[in-house]
């Protein structure tokens, strides 16, 4: 089914229910006078470059769905666009139905552009009746239209404690059991929906928590638990990249063709296992410092501080009961989580020359999440 080109009219806007910003990544390791105590590399917001909505499309019509519209601003345009080439190529080129409810990636259903008329008065005027308090997109701006997936996140399921039936402070072991049995599913179907990109040589590279969409968060409901991949705003296709994408595979070691597809596949996964830690943390540590642990202050603890040395992260975390059962996740089936996290992030500094087999194919059949 080909890409649709909807009017603004097809639709009826209930609520703004999201806001994305860019990030500004600065390395400092390549400033002489970085402070050695300081972490090499720091993440801070960027300016808005869009808006989720929850909408109807074709409203009081039997074709009336649920839907989420995506509103890049000008200054992003170009990564909305590239969002929906993606969907394109993957379409176009591959033959892929990008609406089908087995697809491991959002589901995009079209798009349109915001016509002269959003410039008007009379539309701004109408636009803050209908939706006080949310300032009017403007004349240019790029809506994608996806099938409403829900709102819930890696980022958004509930810390360990949070939200728990008193019941469970009860049964202790079992809730345990459970929770480990999710967290190991979110983590396989994060690999299969990654993997599903990488076959069609496509990489992400700008995964984070809130790029993984969970159908629910509930552990009860582990066999409805699907894991969709989104926000392609920054991906790239291995067969177009350009001349300095090519050079930075160059530098990091990759002398051919297949490393430096290889080069790119780590970047996905190496973001995809710090990803795996933060939901660790987030799912077995008591302590809310642990739990709130981000990018940042793991990318610090794993190569600043130990350098990749998970032998030593794991006694040092061993000494601070408020994470022992982060540990016991991890040290499941003979430490074979350690392992996986530390075979996902070493990546970074191991480039792999010559792979036929996808990396995070290898991953996604380690031990650990098979069992």
Known sequence: MALKTFLPSDFEIRRLVGKQSLLRIVEWEYYQKRNPTEPAVTVEPGSLACRLYDAILYPNTKQEKEVLLKEYHREALEIGYNEKSIFQTLEEDYGVD??????????????????????????????????????????GHLFLVFCWEGLSTVASYPMKGKGRAWLSTIFVEANFQRRCQFVKKVM?????????????????????????????????????????????????????????????????????????????????????????????????????????IGYDGLKRLVEDLF?????????????????????????????????????????????RHEQDELIVTELKNCSFLLK
């Open 188 to 292: 396989s179907s994060s690999l299969e929906a990654v993997e599903f990109l990488h076959r069609f040589r496509i990489v992400h590279l700008s995964l984070g928590p809130q790029s993984l969409l969970l159908s629910t968060t509930r552990e009860d409901q582990i066999n409805a638990l699907r894991v969709r991949l989104r926000d392609f705003g920054f991906s790239r296709r291995l067969s177009s990249l350009d001349d300095e994408s090519i050079r930075r595979a160059y530098a990091a070691g990759a002398s051919n063709p297949k490393a430096i597809s290889n080069y790119y596949y780590a970047q996905d996964i190496v973001l995809l296992g710090y990803v795996f830690l933060m939901l660790v943390f987030r799912s077995f540590a008591d302590s809310e410092s642990y739990q709130k």
């Open 98 to 139: 990008i609406t089908s409810e087995q697809l491991p990636l959002s589901r995009l259903l079209g798009s349109f552009e915001a016509p002269d008329t959003f410039d008007t008065e009379y539309f701004r005027v109408q636009w803050q009746q209908a939706l006080p308090y949310i300032e009017p997109p403007k004349a």
């Open 307 to 351: 350098q990749f040395d998970f032998d030593r992260l794991r006694l040092y975390l061993l000494q601070d009961d408020s994470v022992k059962d982060v540990v016991r996740f991890l040290d499941e089936g003979n430490g074979s989580g350690w392992i996986l996290i530390r075979n996902m992030l070493v990546l970074k500094r191991q480039l």
